[in-house]
């Protein structure tokens, strides 16, 4: 009897064994494989990122290169290095410009500090890549002396009557999201499509699983990527802290977990969906304020989500996902229509009042909500009353075209804000492309004046770049009197921040604005109102 008991107690430990050794094995496997899928996919990310931004910056030296042929140059002497010098720091951002006469020496270019000599391997006309079927514009990678040091970029030339027009773009060697403890388990080159290496990152060299190769569609180049072992491993290993014992108990709850999350994800976008067509998506209304009289000047309409129950759904939930969907130009467009609606009696008594709103890349880029507005202001929308924010965090791909739009958008008397300044993607390419009439300056920086107020060389930075370009500013994000006060002494007196007011219902709003109105005319009877948004040519 104990012989058969032992026997079941050693069967029923085997099969647990066999159980827990099949579970580790999937365990294992599925560690491994969501590792590998991680990873790629993060590879993959940040390839295009990379891809965009070396995008970004061939399309600013290209625009750049163009109005250097208005530039007169006589020769490399103190003269023409100065001119060289001054349109540099009128195109920060774009590169280093040379030139070179066709009647001077080959392959020698001018620049600010003098000529530069190309290297003598890549004087092959036949490494250069036409951009254009003039056979003018040509993209190509050299070497060349650069103050006694042996270099190589990326260079963009344009051929004029007389003479060669350059502008090196000099790529960082390194990226943002390559961890610099992570050298040896992370990859990436970028080449021209003649296999010609512009940079590379990184320096895997064995255990490669796969590699990935991101093209360009508006330039000929290519970013090659590869996920290598070490890191896939490391993730797994990660991983299985948590895999093992919960694959064991919770193998298939965490299948249904995971079908679950991806399901109610889905239900978000279908809850968006008809929350829009409810038009459940209304205009929340945050003051700008005179900080040195109190008087509101303005107002940013930012989206809220307010249920049928009266709740309000965190913006933080459904921001992202809306902004991702095609639900975004219709939502635009309904917060767009109902600001003459909601602010009627502010924008009535008060003329100079403009309210923004702020707007996705893809409203800059595509003619479609142009052509609506000019639609909109032809029905009697007050487009003189009305601001949009172009954000820095996202990149504009075809400034051209946004360009193009923003100069149609000012002729109706709209004006220009760049959100988010000094924090992403568009810099003083964005300042000076497209015609900024105001910088907001983000509560990063304003920050910066409590937590750490000998670190203010950015903020400052940004408050002397706009005033030198004649724009005016708006601090975001400011919560305290001592930052009010603090940026009212460097000359920032129009403010936004929870000092102030949080965003507001349109019925609070205009009760805000009642209260601010009447203590101004009480108090500045025989005073101009402010004008923040005075346009630069007025």
């Known amino acids: 009897m104990r012989w058969l008991l032992s026997k079941a107690k050693f069967k029923t430990l085997s099969l647990l064994g066999l159980f827990s050794l099949v579970v580790t094995f999937i365990a294992i496997t599925t560690s491994y494989l969501y590792a590998f899928w991680q990873i790629s996919n993060e590879v993959r990310s940040d390839s295009e990122q990379l891809l965009n931004y070396v995008e970004h910056k061939l399309s600013v030296a290209g625009n750049s290169l163009e109005k250097l042929n208005k530039v ?31 009647d001077s020496a080959p392959w020698t270019y001018c620049s600010v500090v003098g000529n530069i000599l190309i290297s ?25 002396d650069w103050q006694g040091l042996k270099k190589r970029d990326l260079f963009v030339s344009l051929e004029t009557d007389d003479r060669i027009n350059a502008v090196r773009i000099a790529l960082e060697d390194s990226y943002s999201f390559f961890e610099d403890q992570c050298t040896d388990c992370r990859h990436v080159e970028v080449r021209l499509s003649n296999d010609d ?7 895997v060299k064995t ?46 709850l965490c299948l249904y977990i995971f079908n679950l999350v991806k399901a109610l994800h889905n239900s978000l976008g279908f809850q968006l969906k008809k929350a829009v067509k409810r038009r459940e998506l209304i205009a929340y209304y945050q003051p700008i304020i005179d900080a040195q009289t109190g008087y509101v000047v303005g107002a940013e309409a930012l989206v809220r989500w307010i249920k049928p129950d009266g709740s309000v759904e965190p913006p ?87 360009r193009m739009n923003v100069e149609k958008m000012k002729a109706l008397g709209v004006c220009i804000e760049l959100d988010d300044a000094g924090t992403g993607y568009g810099g003083a390419s964005y300042l000076q492309e497209l015609n900024i009439d105001v910088m907001k300056i983000d ?21 002397q770049m ?48 009642h209260e601010s109105h009447q203590a101004y005319i009480q108090q500045y009877a025989d005073t101009d109102m402010p004008d923040l948004y005075a346009l630069k040519e007025e």
């Not at 796969?210 to 070490?230: C, M, N, Q």
């Not at 909601?342 to 100079?352: F, H, I, M, R, T």
């Open 72 to 102: 007169e140059f006589t020769g490399c002497d103190n003269q023409g290095q100065e001119r060289l010098e001054e349109f540099l720091f009128d195109h920060l951002g774009a590169g280093l410009f040379l030139i070179r006469h066709k």
């Open 120 to 144: 003598q391997r890549d004087r092959n006309p036949n490494s250069l890549i036409f951009l254009d079927e003039s056979r003018k514009k040509v993209i190509s990678v050299m070497g060349y």
């Open 197 to 203: 290496l512009i940079f590379e990152v990184g320096e």
């Open 207 to 252: 255990g490669v699983l796969t590699e990935l190769r991101i093209s360009s569609h508006e330039f000929p180049l290519y970013v090659d990527a590869v996920v290598g072992r070490k890191r896939v491993r490391a993730q797994m290993f990660n991983s299985l802290l948590l895999t093992i014992p919960i694959s064991m108990v919770f193998a298939l």
């Open 316 to 402: 933080g939930r459904f921001i992202q996902v809306l902004e991702e969907s095609d639900l975004i130009n219709e939502v635009t467009l309904q917060l767009l229509k109902n600001i003459p609606i909601d602010l009627a009696e502010v924008l009535e008594q008060s003329p100079l009042f403009r309210c923004s709103i702020n707007l996705v890349p893809q409203h800059l880029e595509l003619p479609s909500f142009t052509e609506q507005l000019i639609e909109l202001e032809k029905q009697g929308f007050p487009c003189d009353q009305l601001a949009i924010e172009i954000t820095e965090r996202l990149p504009l791909k075809n400034l051209r075209q946004a």
């Open 443 to 463: 509560k990063l920086f304003v920050d910066t004046l409590i937590v750490s107020p000998d670190k203010t060389q950015v903020l400052d930075a940004n408050i």
């Open 466 to 513: 706009a005033k030198s370009l004649g724009m005016q500013i708006i601090a975001e994000g400011v919560e305290t009197s001592a930052q009010s006060e603090a940026l009212v002494d460097k000359g920032v007196r129009f403010q936004q921040g929870y000092l102030f007011a949080k965003p507001l219902s349109t019925v609070e709003f205009i009760a805000f604005w």
